[in-house]
């Protein structure tokens, strides 16, 4: 019987901790102190199965996750969504491999966040990549890995969850393969450009309404939807988060400034970007709360006010 242990801080996990379980091959599920929000259900998940769970933070990672490991002896480790660098005291340890799931086609987007810089960078499609952990960050062999378009207009959250869809299957097919050969061949990836990115900082969520183009902009929105809490704008001199934008074909006037609102009635805010094309604004996080578009024209925005960038005053309030 192959003996699994998995560690996850991502909720999509689940799928996986279960089918392990049913098999009677999970021995162990470990979460870190980030886990949050949703994720949380991994650990309601453990205690409601009796799956044994560890909730580790970073300075007690080698020695609480290698006794585990001396414990129970797993044949193969499979890394989910898990924040923290792996030491080769852990990754050498199963003699099946300790693997690692990134939404990305690596080599390209390694890093913390794949599909945020995916999605911001404006990529038609990416994937899922499954590799072996060693010293680097995201720089082991691949193992695994299919491509996955993005669907035009979705949220980093929604990509998100069918990312982890696929990385589920794409989990299962590798246990599968690990029964049945004991092992498992590298792929080749050399016509794939290496490229790694960091994670995101405040300057990389805030618009700039001089030099975005429209599509960027609306890139960066969804990509920063919800983890991000919105993409970072300014207007009267207060912090705004836009959430939710829509392309509107149609062009607007030569001279006009980016971020400068061109209508703004009944049907909704519109704004015209550097580049002349045209947004419209349909959600957005004040410090009073969530708003739309139609409730800020509702409550007296008007054709030539102007959201602004927020970089510095971003920079001010997080720092």
């Known amino acids: 019987m192959l003996k699994v242990v998995i560690l996850s801080n991502h909720v999509s996990c689940l799928p996986v901790v279960d089918y392990l379980n049913a098999q009677g091959s999970l021995q162990a599920v470990v979460s870190t102190d980030k886990l949050r929000d949703h994720h949380t259900g991994i650990e309601d998940f453990c205690n409601s199965k009796n799956i044994l769970f560890l909730k580790i933070n970073r300075a007690g990672l080698l020695t609480a996750v290698k006794q585990l490991f001396t414990d129970y002896r797993p044949d193969a480790v499979i890394m989910f969504g898990f924040s923290y660098r792996i030491p080769a005291a852990l990754y050498e340890f199963p003699p099946l491999g300790f693997y690692n799931v990134h939404f990305s086609l690596l080599p390209a987007y390694q890093g913390p966040d794949p599909l945020f810089w995916q999605m911001k960078n404006g990529e ?34 929604v990509a998100d969850g069918r990312y982890g869809v696929l990385a589920v299957n794409m989990i299962v097919q590798l246990i599968d393969q690990l029964k049945k050969d004991k092992g498992i061949a590298e792929l080749p990836v050399n016509t794939i450009i290496a490229s790694y990115y960091p994670r995101p900082t405040a300057n990389d969520l805030a618009i700039d309404w001089d030099l975005h183009t429209a599509a960027q902009i609306e890139a960066l929105v969804n990509a920063c939807n919800p983890g991000g809490g919105g993409a970072v704008t300014t207007f009267r001199q207060q912090l705004v988060k836009i959430l939710e934008v829509s392309p509107v074909e149609a062009t607007g006037e030569a001279g006009v400034a980016g971020g400068t609102i061109i209508h703004a009635d009944g049907s909704g805010l519109y704004v015209q970007c550097m580049d002349r094309r045209i947004l419209r604004v349909n959600v957005l996080k004040l410090s009073e709360g969530f708003v739309t578009g139609f409730k800020l024209v509702a409550m007296g925005v008007q054709k030539g006010d102007r959201l602004e960038n927020g970089i510095f005053q971003y920079q001010q309030e997080h720092i």
Not at 136 to 151: C, N, R
């Open 124 to 157: 038609t499609a990416g994937g899922v990549s499954i590799h072996r952990v060693d010293a680097g960050f995201d720089t082991g062999a691949v193992v695994m890995q299919q491509q996955l378009p993005f669907i035009p207009g979705e949220t980093w959250g």
